[in-house]
């Protein structure tokens, strides 16, 4: 039994080390490509742009996401910003009135129907060139705009272009690993682009041509993960998506671990009840690397998380169980007075370790230099340390739920998620 447990931990760790020096194969190769714009950058041409915000129970952060819209650099004319109240219960629709006799914002209020639907009225009533999305908890950083349309002018196959999403003034470890989550992101969502395997736009401003929507039809419900969908659907028909990873979007992260679980439960639902749906493009070198790359990852990766938590698990009941035969047989005196000398020829030698610690090293890696790519800061962060910590401990649980909730097709509840994450 160890040894097919042994046999298991290599096959993970062997997929975990080939992703990521995958991707570091794939940044020393593009990374000439990496480019940071300078805060002086003009386009050729300045299209027409909406940016919708659907806002459900928003009163406390609506005002400083809108304003961060309106601050953008970019000519004020060539701008529509829809604020959606979808069904409020709180007084953000007494708060957006601050904006009603602003020529550039267009209020709107509509039946709780999820995000969705509170999109998709902004996509019907807009005919500007470009749309997209910002979730009422996050603000821009005034380039965000012209640095991600600048790739459309240098593409005029990309169909949508996500941004780099930053965690907003972290204040306790578990904001901080966090942080460490989306720096890392940023660097695996800029390779997957080079390779052209994004499967996530996410909605705080992502970026699309509008005909996406004409042609493809508008959001869907997804499993309250529109977002990954819609780039599912995109690859599906053969659309290019890709990313900026200096177009800055500051986000409010959760706060707690209940919080975090909420969030990310979500999150691995989602996903896992989007590839059923998307799973006719699995293995299809057709659908290219999102089908032979990115979603196999993510897969894997979900099922090692819970294995290698599995077998900590079981180390540890074997452990006491031992200790509790040695109790019975020698007693408490002798398990407990014991005199340890350090020996290298004791040391842990097996191949296990060594990978262990190179996949470690990898991960460091990657978010360093997704730090580097988005903010310009380098060296080494103690939260690292917080997040493996943290996640390995945590993680585990949302995905065991996860894949429990889509076995039953039990649905995350978006508004009672919103509700806590406050």
């Not at 299209?47 to 650099?73: F, G, H, M, R």
Request: a positive charge; aromatic letters at 16%; proline letters at 4%.
């Amino acid at each position: 039994m160890d040894s097919f447990y042994t046999g298991i931990f290599y096959v993970f760790s062997f997929v975990s080390v080939y992703v990521q020096i995958f991707f570091l194969v794939t940044f020393f190769e593009k990374k000439r490509h990496i480019v940071r714009n300078p805060d002086n950058l003009d386009l050729s041409y300045y299209p027409t742009v909406t940016i919708a915000i659907p806002v459900y129970n928003e009163e406390n952060t609506i005002v400083k996401t809108t304003k961060s819209l309106l601050y953008l650099d970019y000519p004020k004319d060539k701008i529509k910003i829809f604020i959606i109240d979808d069904g409020s219960n709180d007084h953000t629709w007494d708060v957006v009135q601050e904006f009603k006799n602003n020529p550039n914002i267009i209020l709107l209020q509509k039946e709780n129907g999820g995000k969705h639907t509170a999109v998709n009225l902004a996509i019907e009533k807009t005919d500007s060139e470009f749309f997209g999305c910002l979730d009422s908890d996050s603000f821009v950083h005034p380039q965000a705009l012209k640095r991600i349309l600048k790739y459309f002018e240098k593409d005029e196959r990309t169909m949508a272009v996500a941004p780099s999403i930053i965690v907003h003034n972290p204040k306790n470890i578990l904001q901080y690993s966090q942080a460490i989550e989306y720096d890392m992101s940023i660097y695996t969502k800029k390779m997957l682009g080079f390779m052209g395997g994004i499967h996530v736009a996410p909605g705080p401003f992502s970026i699309f041509r509008k005909r996406v929507f004409d042609e493809l039809g508008p959001y869907r419900k997804a499993h309250n993960t529109e977002d990954q969908e819609i780039a599912l659907r995109m690859q599906e028909h053969g659309y290019k998506l890709d990313h900026c990873p200096d177009a800055y979007v500051y986000t409010n992260t959760p706060n707690s671990v209940i919080k975090l679980y909420r969030q990310r439960l979500r999150w691995i639902y989602g996903f896992i009840k989007n590839l059923i749906d998307y799973r006719h493009l699995l293995f299809r070198k057709e659908y290219g690397t999102v089908a032979l790359f990115t979603l196999p990852s993510g897969l894997i990766s979900i099922f090692g998380v819970i294995f290698l938590f599995a077998n900590i698990i079981g180390n540890i009941i074997k452990f006491f169980y031992n200790k509790i035969i040695q109790i019975q047989t020698v007693g408490f005196s002798h398990i407990f007075n014991f005199h340890y000398k350090f020996d290298w020829f004791f040391l842990n030698t097996k191949a296990v370790l060594f990978l262990s610690i190179i996949l470690y090293i990898l991960v460091i890696v990657s978010v360093m230099i997704g730090r580097k790519m988005a903010e310009g800061k380098s060296g080494f962060s103690l939260s690292v340390f917080y997040f493996v910590i943290i996640y390995s401990v945590i993680a585990p649980f949302w995905m065991l739920r996860a894949i429990y909730n889509a076995i039953i097709s039990k649905e995350s509840n978006w508004v009672f998620e919103r509700r806590v994450t406050k």
